[in-house]
């Protein structure tokens, strides 16, 4: 079972949330928030057993496998190492024609953490995961494959 905790309560919880769901091979555990109460409320709305006001709390508790990254762009690269360097698995997704959040950022999250899995897809923008599941559904799934028991 990979426990998963999600930062970000927005794109996290209505979108990351019902697809990890759907694998049996995920449990999500913790939901990380930029406001303790409302992520507090939104946990609790979403059956999700525990809700962080800092995503930092979260990503240092040794019983979560990995971590959902759903978070503004400016937010990501310091998230994401953060995790890599607590042992956690980052997986990177990226449109390579994304306007919004430019590849140069995943590049600056490899630079700092090398060993995070990076997978640029060709004619994808934000949202790579909708306009090419063909393509980032077998990589997710090859992700989780490595890490379930």
């Not at 609790?44 to 978070?71: C, L």
């Not at 190492?81 to 997986?91: C, D, T, W």
């Not at 997710?140 to 379930?148: A, M, N, P, Q, T």
Request: with cysteine; glycine share 6%; proline share 8%.
């Amino acid at each position: 079972m990979i426990r998963l905790g999600i930062v970000g309560c927005n794109y996290g919880r209505a979108v990351q949330l019902p697809a990890f769901r759907a694998d049996s091979r995920c449990r999500v555990v913790a939901l990380a928030g930029s406001d303790a109460a409302r992520t507090a409320e939104l946990a609790r709305q979403s059956e999700i057993p525990e809700a962080y006001g800092d995503w930092r709390q979260m990503i240092a508790r040794t019983d979560i496998d990995a971590v959902a990254i759903a978070t503004p762009p400016r937010l990501q690269p310091e998230i994401a190492v953060a995790a890599l360097k607590s042992g956690k698995p980052v997986l990177l997704i990226w449109g390579k024609d994304d306007k919004d959040t430019p590849i140069e950022l995943s590049k600056k999250i490899l630079e700092a953490v090398p060993q995070a899995e990076f997978h640029p897809v060709d004619d994808a923008a934000h949202i790579p995961h909708y306009e090419h599941p063909d393509i980032v559904n077998p990589i997710v799934l090859g992700f989780l494959s490595k890490r379930s028991d």
